[in-house]
């Protein structure tokens, strides 16, 4: 199929150029790094090693040159405005290890072969062999302009036309409008030419360098963070898919900020209530005297249900009608952030020509057809039978390793099933303690020291499983580096959530189920009894484990992970050099550009920082009813983290290859997956969570005057204290300084009187009933409106699609203008037989080329 | 925008030629109708009317000229595979009139204008006026071969390439199932040619004439019921959207196989177990001398609950726990069916070149350019401005007409609260009756007639929601010819099914719910009783009336609406012409093609057939917890409905204009919703309407030996006939023989000798919640298995794939070879400064034009 059959012998590692010129047409002084003539730009820099014999072989597949040929493509993308081709790097190549044992010879007979295919599609290439750096060549790589048009001509690349169509947005009114609005926006903008594609051509001079600069002051600074990000800029410089991450981490954050203010709304409202609060008044209230029964076998004893009032207020806060409002609103939300999402990909599709793009058919990775010929070697060692083996059709058994996925989820629900176990024990720890001050803090800090253990958990197990997805994935040798992609992601994504996540569920949903009741309790390993709730719910601690989860996660990755690992990884890069820092400085002063960029950490990929949001995005819709604040911590987050990925991508890594795309791929499946999951685990939370139905049933079902008074008794029931089985009664019954032979539990459970006491009463099965009715309604409301509002905005904004219609009727008019010249050509010369017009000039070729 | 600006006087109507033939370039003599030279041959006919001069005038746009140019388009697309361009039919200009004052001078220059315009796009016309049906003239258009290949340049019509790839499907094993499966299935395939691209291009000969004769025997015959369907064929003779239609019919009936089987297979074990059913038996039994409350007020009195034997037996037919499977299995099977759809209709895009496609954005409608010009006429009678109105901008208030919707569907509520009456009240009036043979049919008298005056209210009111979504869409305006479709299919799909759909929804999940108790019923109007259910629950009634509506419906509209109207329409048509049946005949001889198909019955469109097969679909999926047999109806009706169809098409109505279409367009996204709300639908239905979950709650939370003994007993609650209010008591307390003090009836209350008999009872609230879960648990597990069934399938299949990827390569193979070509003449020839490749000719025109 490819004319093109060689191995090649180079250990290829990436180096890109930070500052590169396109204008090969420009009549100007050649600016940037050049060939020896100084001529011919640079456009692509490989690198290799010379020096060491004995180091590491690779062996990558007959389709490396088309690679070449591939990103030339994608780096053409960005020719019609004006951007500069960005050098060459292949991860992959650079990634992954096959030693095979290949003599001298071959390895430069082979690296010949690969040079002299270069050559073969026209590209130009000069040796820098060690020349300040020991050990590392760049094969330097110019591709001429004849290349180029053929290769823009392949991707069907689009020319600006003469006659543009300005859309008029609406009336007078409407327009002054929007220069209102563009006025008073006007100082959000960053201070870069604004993007119009009808003024920039291929034609076009723009300087790389000056666009560094542009994006390190008005993109990659802190004191810029309320700005707009020059999306235009970030998309020449870097390339389409890295302009599309940034883009939505921009439409992302920008969307947070209703989001936040309406939760900062909610959560006032919940401080501004507190006060009218019957229920915890009620509780409050020293004249209601209420016995509760004790919270740990033995060791506890009766406590005072007023003691209970400061956990009760404060649940109060993430607890309240407004609470119900706001996950609505923010299941809505997460629909409309979808489709504003797609109506801006769409825009930037047609701003940035990709329109007519295809997603180009991925090559097999070189691993998979090394494994593929190596299973056809050994078939062929067993039959005579000697034939062109069939590629696409042998089956590797790779799948079966995405079975270890379910254990390491397992995995993770151990190590929380650790966590609880380690506070029930240092509960009943604190609580045989005799120390007063210990056991009065023993509610804190039982809290505080698990939600830290476990954030501390979750942190380390993130890397360890971000490992084991990778390990995972390679072991399934994937087909094509798309797959490969997707197949990675999926398996880090459901480690991670499920690590992130499993304890927050836990708290959610069965955190206090399962307790059993007072005479009954359900014991766990040996002795232990399951965990209680506070008296007003698990909401409250529900809500402390999101906070620091969210809050630490955030601030340690971002500190420590993004800022402080890279800044140590190039400091022991520099140090691996054996030179003092005024020598460093001397030597950096020698170097060129590309010997420089040499020394920058390499381009991992964006699958990291999507992760990092897409996470979030799950914090922020998942629990959304316990914690309206998460939408506020996550806007905050997300202002720091544009610009400090911006930081990163400017200064702190090597130039990523431009990679066209047309959209963020699987990560908007997983964003509208966590979208649906959102509105089920929402209608639980609500429902079985929160104290949300048991009071609506009791205003509207049981309470004797429709008020919430009362509701407090109606949700403890009675346990006569010499029911308590043998050893397990406190062993300090007098702590409150009077005899208790009543003690109250919060269960809906039958009356002492009754003919069946402490079984389930029928206010328990009622209240469930509305519970699951709230859940059923809830979820198909919600997915309606969801559903109305995904239809009720178009997917093209109107503009852009006006626009498209009436760039197809140019053309037609073109069309027809060319063939009305050529009928009146016939007419004029030939009159004989029916007319055979000659084929014309593609229309959708650069005409300069 | 457009050179043209003519409105056209003539008033157009269709004029299909059921035979034509497009090989101009072919040498062989002429066949099929010709201009009077006999060389030309007649692609198009309009006709329009010459000797009325009182006759209706219609007002067309000025594009109206350039929907031939799409006609025309849309006809090249069966070029390639060698069809015919069909007949010009524009069923919008022929549908709509407005009669505007202009002068018969008016009426001809128009007229000329028009065809003028015709000519300057190069279209050959030729009149032939009143010749033989008096009052009509025929305008033939000859589309020349060079006009055809610029508008085939223009749609990118790709030519067939020489080299073609044949994927081999996997190794030997496969190939051979493959070739047996291939022998097995022979017979049922149509004997036509296979559709295979590669053999047919531009150049081959192809006679409609023949087409047509084998279309009639090997597809439109009842005799080839088990065959497949010549999709080739039929997409060649009557264009893609249709071809599309029938093709969607076929995997639609091809899937409804297997789930009727299946269907069967759950109904057979219905009545496999009906004998082992505990409850039903426990009914039956003498034994049990359960004494019944009276069922209506006063005229009835206790009744035996044995006497319900037969109905508790024919109810466990419907409601057994294989029905939950069953409903389980027909979600899924809805996905599958999606899926395989989508596949299917990516081959037929992949085997008809649709793959590059494009719909075109459509062009005004004439309604709406007029409604604008009459409103901006206005506006600039009121202001002096004159300028160019902008047409794309001014609102037309037409929008509110959608709020009539929501009334037609309160006219249809009100009608089914009607029938609920009809049958309150005969039922009434048949109990109060003393002839005891009417006593005894009381159940089946009011049952039968009842379902049967809902069909027939359900057919009549499906006519006059036609009309009325039609007339509502018309008062709308709308811009385009597409939109207007997409609001008249979804007002007509909202009506038609709320019209469907309402008694079975109440039959589902409001009857018998709110009756009240014995000693408290629930009266509507007076002193009518809610309507209870039989004692098995209300599904067996149900499951009448949806036997009744899918049989009545499908009978009377395939037998009535279908085959008896237009054959009554054309019979009325030909008396019109005031002849008898022999000079009918004799002047049938005399008659041309065009002038013969003038008298068949106009095209409407494949919307009626589109909705019906959708609310069959709604009926298959919807209900189907209730009835395991609608799938087998469905298939038998659609076995029948395609071979009708098929008739229909190709004898009955004038040869639709073939039209490009790449999917089945809104009904793909009605389909989904329908899908979508049949999960939910379903598990209300298992879990409200049938007696699954209190038997299972029963078994496993009450019953004291864990089997389902005592389970009637169970469900019914006591009554003390002394609680009776006054009056309602009933007149023939001795009915039975014997004095009743305690009757018992349906549902779960508190006994009387409870502190609060009557009230609803624990049991009622754990069995209400268990119904709620099961929903809850039943819609989250079909949904994510149906996404999931979803994501697992490629929505390209594998073949076909691979086949798209394979040409790809062919392409830039042949591309680098020219380059190469290129290169070698650049290094002979000049070797001076960049060189400038000059264009080359476009890919994609075919290569003779």
Chains 1, 2 share one sequence.
């Not at 700005?227 to 921009?250: D, H, N, S, T, V």
């Not at 609505?328 to 940035?352: C, D, P, S, V």
């Not at 058919?361 to 083996?389: C, N, W």
């Not at 000039?841 to 005409?847: C, D, I, K, L, V």
Request: glycine share 6%.
């Amino acid at each position: 199929m490819s004319p093109f059959k060689t191995t090649i012998p180079l250990s290829l590692s990436s180096q890109p150029l930070n500052s590169l010129k396109s204008d090969e047409a420009a009549s100007g002084p050649k600016q940037g790094p050049t060939f020896q003539d100084g001529q011919r730009r640079v456009d692509y820099v490989l690198t290799y090693h010379v020096q060491k014999p004995q180091s590491v072989r690779r062996k990558t597949s007959r389709f490396a040159d088309y690679r070449i040929l591939r990103s030339l493509r994608r780096s053409l993308s960005t020719m019609r405005s004006g951007g500069t081709p960005p050098s060459k790097e292949d991860p992959e190549i650079a990634a992954h290890k096959h030693r095979l044992d290949y003599h001298e010879d071959d390895k430069r007979f082979r690296q010949t072969e690969f040079e002299d295919n270069l050559r073969e599609v026209g590209l130009e290439l000069e040796k820098d062999e060690g020349n300040k750096i020991p050990g590392i060549g760049f094969l330097k790589i110019h591709a001429p302009w004849n290349v180029l048009c053929r290769e823009a001509e392949f991707m069907k690349l689009k020319m600006p036309t003469k006659k543009v169509y300005e859309v008029k947005q609406g009336s007078n009114v409407v327009e002054r409008i929007n220069l209102f609005i563009h006025k008073v926006t006007a100082p959000l903008h960053p201070k870069v030419e604004p993007n119009r594609p009808q003024n920039s051509s291929i034609m076009m001079l723009f300087y790389p360098l000056l666009s560094h600069q542009i994006l390190y002051e008005e993109w990659a600074s802190y004191s810029v963070f309320y700005k707009y990000q020059p999306i235009g800029l970030i998309r020449k410089y870097f390339g389409e898919k890295i302009g599309l991450y940034f883009a939505w981490l921009g439409v992302y954050t920008q969307m947070l900020i209703p989001a936040a203010i309406v939760g900062v709304i909610v959560f006032l409202y919940g401080c501004a209530t507190v006060d009218n609060d019957i229920p915890s008044m009620e509780i409050c209230d020293p004249r209601n005297n209420i016995t509760m029964c004790p919270l740990c076998d033995r060791a506890c004893s009766y406590w005072k249900l007023k003691t209970a009032c400061g956990t009760a207020r404060a649940s109060h806060l993430f607890d309240n009608p407004a609470t119900v409002f706001f996950s609505i609103f923010m299941a809505l939300w997460a629909t409309m952030f979808m489709e504003h999402w797609k109506r801006r990909q769409m825009r930037l599709n047609y701003i940035w020509d990709l329109t007519g793009f295809e997603e180009e058919e991925d090559h097999h990775r070189a691993e998979y057809e090394i494994q593929v010929m190596q299973k056809t070697l050994k078939k062929q060692d067993m039959s005579p039978k000697v034939g062109l083996f069939p590629i696409t059709h042998v089956p590797l058994g790779g799948q079966r390793f995405s079975s270890l996925v379910p254990l390491q989820i397992g995995v993770t629900f151990a190590v929380v099933f650790g966590v609880i176990l380690y506070r029930i024990s240092i509960r009943a720890a604190l609580h045989m303690s005799s120390n007063p001050t210990a056991r009065s803090n023993i509610r804190a800090t039982v809290k505080g020291t698990a939600a830290v253990i476990n954030l501390v958990i979750i942190i380390i197990m993130d890397e360890v499983y971000g490992a084991v997805a990778r390990w995972l994935t390679l072991l399934e040798v994937p087909k094509t580096d798309k797959s490969f992609e997707e197949r990675l992601i999926i398996k880090t994504f459901v480690l991670k959530f499920a690590n992130a996540f499993s304890p927050i569920v836990y708290l959610a949903f069965f955190r206090g189920r399962m307790v059993g009741r007072p005479g009954d309790y359900v014991y766990v390993i040996g002795s232990y009894r399951m965990e209680e709730c506070a008296h007003a719910g698990c909401l409250m601690e529900l809500c402390i484990q999101l906070c620091i989860t969210m809050l630490g996660k955030q601030l340690i990755q971002n500190n420590l992970f993004e800022i402080g690992i890279p800044k140590i990884k190039k400091l022991i890069r520099r140090r691996k050099s054996d030179m003092d820092s005024q020598q460093q400085e001397d030597y950096n002063m020698t170097l060129q550009r590309h010997e420089k960029d040499h020394f920058l950490g390499p381009f991992v990929g964006l699958s990291p920082e999507y992760m990092e949001m897409i996470i979030q995005f799950g914090m922020v819709t998942l629990f959304v009813a316990s914690f309206p604040l998460a939408p506020l911590f996550a806007l905050l987050n997300n202002i720091i983290e544009i610009r400090l990925d911006a930081k990163k991508f400017v200064t702190e890594v090597r130039r990523p290859i431009a990679a066209r795309a047309k959209d963020i791929g699987i990560w908007y499946n997983l964003l509208r997956g966590l979208s649906k999951v959102a509105v089920i685990v929402n209608a639980f939370v609500i429902s079985f969570t929160s104290d949300f139905i048991p009071r609506l049933v009791y205003q509207y079902m049981y309470s004797p005057d429709g008020s919430m008074h009362g509701f407090v008794n109606h949700t403890l029931s009675y346990f006569n204290v010499s029911d308590f089985q043998p050893g397990t009664a406190p062993l300090q019954p007098m702590h409150l300084g009077y005899e208790v032979q009543i003690c109250r539990y919060k269960d809906y459970r039958e009356t002492l009187w009754s003919n069946t006491p402490y079984d389930l009463s029928k206010e328990f099965w009622a209240i469930l009933a509305c519970r699951l009715a709230f859940v059923i309604v809830f979820q198909n409301v919600v997915m309606l409106m969801s559903d109305f509002v995904d239809w009720l905005i178009p997917d093209i904004p109107k503009d852009i699609s006006l626009q498209i219609h009436k760039e197809k009727i140019l053309m037609v008019e073109l069309f027809m203008k060319e063939e009305e010249g050529k009928k009146l050509l016939r007419d004029n010369h030939t009159n004989q037989g029916p007319f055979q017009p000659r084929s014309r000039p593609a229309s959708h070729a650069p005409s300069k080329c």
